[in-house]
């Protein structure tokens, strides 16, 4: 009898011991091809992780070569160029303080209206040429400047002796030849900026010789009208808007 119960133990733990067995294999399969899914799952994410560092890579070599491609100064305003800018500043600094003068001592209205659209002209062309060539990198008030300078000072103090019909005279004579003078230094300037490479300055200067010759003929206009006596404010005031908006 004990041997029969025994023997029953026996094939039942065996049974058991069979069945847990094979459980146990299963569930060993299964984390050993999960955990194989999951590693391969791990190496294409690493994979994956790689392709986004190359990408990283390629990015940031990207932005090397724009970093490479943009300019890294303003490049330098050519030495003859430079010379011709600062004259036409010296000259427009000039035509400002001269427009002053004959705002207070002009006897003629004419010539006082001609010499407020001179200030307003200059002013805003030197102002537009100052920023141009700021933004180039360079500066108007150099030597060149410094004795151009002095010398419109020596003709101002000369024209403010004068009174009256004389100092009209004067003031209008003055601007025939200084805007045929400034005519010619700004097309030169014009064809310096081309050479260089710098439309804005260029297109500036193209600009301010249309400017420059309504001012000269604006200044003929008047300059006659005093010889004859008369006055010139019905044609005067067509030119001196045309320039206005020129520069």
Do not use: W
Not at 190 to 208: F, M, V
Request: charged share 20%; glycine share 14%.
């Amino acid at each position: 009898m004990r041997n029969l119960i025994r023997s029953g133990l026996a094939a039942a733990l065996a049974g058991a011991l069979a069945q847990g067995g094979l459980a146990l294999a299963q569930q060993g399969m299964q984390p050993g091809s999960g955990g194989g899914g999951t590693s391969s799952g791990s190496s294409g994410g690493a994979a994956g992780s790689s392709d986004t560092a190359t990408g990283g890579g390629g990015s940031t070599a990207g932005s090397g070569s724009t970093a490479s491609g943009a300019p890294s100064a303003a490049p330098k305003i050519d030495p003859k160029l430079q010379s011709k800018l600062e004259k036409i500043h010296a000259d427009n600094q000039g035509e400002m303080q001269l427009a002053q003068v004959a705002v207070q001592n002009a006897q003629s209205p004419d010539v006082k209206q001609f010499a407020e659209q001179m200030a307003t002209d200059h002013t805003r062309l030197d102002g537009k040429l100052t920023d141009v060539v700021q933004n180039m990198g360079g500066s108007l008030e150099g030597k060149n400047f410094q004795k151009a300078q002095q010398a419109n000072a020596k003709e101002a103090q000369k024209l403010q002796s004068k009174t009256g019909k004389d100092f009209d005279k004067a003031y209008m004579d003055r601007m025939v030849k200084d805007h045929k003078k400034d005519l010619k230094e700004v097309k030169a300037a014009t064809k310096s900026a081309q050479k260089a490479n710098a439309p804005e300055l260029a297109a500036l200067l193209q600009g301010a010789q249309t400017g420059m010759q309504k001012h000269l003929d604006h200044a003929k206009q008047v300059q006659a009208s005093l010889k004859k006596g008369g006055s010139s404010t019905s044609g005067t005031g067509s030119s001196g808007g045309g320039t206005g908006q020129s520069q």
